[in-house]
């Protein structure tokens, strides 16, 4: 009898964004793909160390890779037997050249899901087999986790660099090098097939996202960390490892597509680059798990537009009729993504954590708009833009409390399928950014103002704009631009405020929210059009 095998590595983002060097970080994500993913192209390649090459070396005709992608794998082993040996010897093997790795390995064999089985249908036999394996490797994981930090497994020497010191001896520069391209080849492979003629261009290097070496206020990137929503809920639904695997290969093509359509329409048309070409680099692309580097000025406009193709493609897609099953509760496929806008100096590791932490917290609010507990089918976008390490505490103020009454400063999270501009408190992307690309005439200086009166209070907001009058054209167009809003759960009708000014007004449990609507308009119209600037100009 056989058995089976989960291959994963825990703390993934950790180990891929340990150096500060991009090229390091590319790296590090093609070696969790390799330790845990079947690579065809990497069987007969000795000089990367990979699970396909191993299982091919060691495990030829006695296994089969049930399901591989995502960052992990599970292979069936036709003999029960292999099982220990493969999981000393492979762990052994990729802990020696990777000693800062997790790597988890979980066993189950078919005695064990027999026994199991004779208490369930026969035909529960995948999820009882998917149960187990992932069980086991929480498991494994809450004990290491249990623990202190290992420096090391007592498997390898290893230098200052962290690195095995042998390995790291016999690795010249070329050596390095040429891993390197191998590793690139294979992340960015793809995309370049789909970009191949284009304006655009996808790079290892920072420094490339300068427009002029020497002007360091063009010298800003976008990071933008998006990732699917409900895919547990989904993947819940499988019932063989068939279906799993055109899961996952759906979802494969779908998010690249929506990518690379994304930045055909946010980027090629770009003429803020003139002659050159419009840097962007793909640093994690593994399904709904997305990573990717901007031009700041794009970046929101793209992670919104990624998530809208996945929408409207994944429409397409279940209307087909695949995988009925899967799909049945989903009209269609939504997204969040958080973004991060900062110099191409700022530490790159945090600037992934800060946009990782702006997409979870757009997924806390699909439980907003959901029904009490569940996550409705809702796609949202968060943003922050970081001018260095150090920045003033008023920069992240969002709201704050004068007695039973609230004032809010932030609209975002926006949600992107929206069509309403205003809906029980939820402000639409698409409304704010029209909003944002017609305020063109209107000078930075007198958008500055705006912002800066919103934190002295209502009162003196108020005064601002009533001095410039009813027809105020930035009053007005805020207004338009977010018309009414469908009643809120109590029953009380939200509004604009009283006053002539731009302040959106709702009362619930008898506490009365003033929401400024257009501090977050503002920043968005600075990184998605530069009309503004040539107004001012």
């Known amino acids: 009898m056989g058995g089976y095998a989960f291959i994963d590595v825990s703390q993934k983002q950790t180990f891929i964004f340990k150096h500060n060097g991009l090229k390091k970080n590319l ?5 969790i793909k390799a330790l845990t993913e079947k690579m065809k192209e990497l069987e007969d390649n000795q000089d990367d160390f990979s699970l396909s090459w191993f299982l091919t070396g060691n495990y030829s005709n006695r296994h089969e890779f049930v399901y591989s992608g995502g960052g992990n794998s599970i292979v069936r082993f036709y003999n029960a037997e292999d099982l220990v040996p493969f999981v000393r010897e492979y762990s052994r093997e990729a802990l020696v050249r990777f000693p800062d790795i997790e790597l988890y390995i979980s066993c189950v064999t078919d005695e064990e899901v027999e026994g199991i089985l004779k208490e ?7 999820k009882v087999i998917h149960r187990e394996l992932h069980s086991r490797a929480d498991q494994l994981k809450d004990k290491r ?21 042998i390995a790291q001896a016999k690795q010249d520069k070329k050596n390095d090098d040429q891993k390197y391209n191998r590793a690139r080849n294979h992340l960015f492979g793809p995309l370049e097939e789909q970009l191949a003629n284009s304006k655009i261009e996808t790079t290892n290097e920072l420094q490339n996202f300068k427009k002029d070496s020497e002007s360091e206020g063009k010298s800003y990137i976008g990071v933008i960390a998006l990732d699917g929503n409900k895919m547990g809920d989904l993947v819940s639904k499988v019932r063989t490892y068939d279906e799993l695997r055109l899961f996952s290969e759906a979802i494969d093509q779908l998010y690249q597509d929506a990518v690379v359509n994304a930045l055909k329409t946010t980027l090629i048309s770009s003429d803020e680059w003139e002659d050159k070409k419009v840097p962007v680099t793909p640093v994690v692309m593994a399904g709904d798990d997305v990573c990717l580097i901007v031009p700041a000025e794009h970046a929101i406009e793209t992670a919104a537009t990624i998530i809208k193709n996945i929408q409207h493609q994944s429409e397409a897609f279940i209307e087909s009729g695949n995988l009925p099953h899967i799909f049945e509760d989903e009209p269609y496929l939504t997204a969040c ?4 806008i900062t110099k191409v100096t700022y530490p790159f590791f945090e600037a992934v954590q800060k946009a990782e932490a702006l997409c979870k917290q757009a997924k806390e609010a699909l439980y907003a708009v959901g029904e009490p507990g569940q996550a409705a089918t809702a796609s949202f976008i968060d943003w922050e833009i970081v001018q260095g390490q150090v920045i003033p505490e008023s920069a992240y103020a969002r709201h704050v409390k004068h007695n039973n009454d609230r004032e809010v400063f932030r609209i975002r999270p926006l949600r992107i399928d929206q069509e309403a501009g ?54 007005c167009m805020t207004k ?48 998605t059009t530069q009309k503004g600037e040539e107004a001012d100009d």
Do not use: C
Request: proline content about 4%.
């Open 337 to 340: 993504a958080g973004v991060v």
């Open 145 to 165: 986790r249990a623990r202190f930090r290992r420096w090391s497994y007592g498997v390898e020497e290893i230098d200052e660099t962290g690195y095995p010191a």
């Open 480 to 527: 338009e631009h977010l018309p009414g809003s469908k009643f809120d759960q109590d029953g009380d009708q939200p509004g604009w405020d009283p006053s002539n000014a731009p302040i959106w007004v709702s009362k619930r449990d008898g506490r009365t929210t003033y929401t400024y609507v257009l501090n977050d308009a503002i920043e968005l119209r600075a990184f």
């Open 27 to 31: 790296y590090n994500s093609f070696v």
């Open 422 to 475: 205003i809906d029980r408190g939820i402000f639409s992307y698409d409304a704010v950014k029209g909003l944002a690309d017609n305020m063109y005439d209107i000078s930075n200086s007198q958008l500055e103002k705006v912002k800066q009166l919103a934190y002295e209070g209502k009162h003196a907001y108020r005064f601002f704009f009533d001095q410039r009058g009813a027809e105020d054209k930035l009053a």
């Open 120 to 126: 369930e249908e026969q035909s529960n036999a995948y």
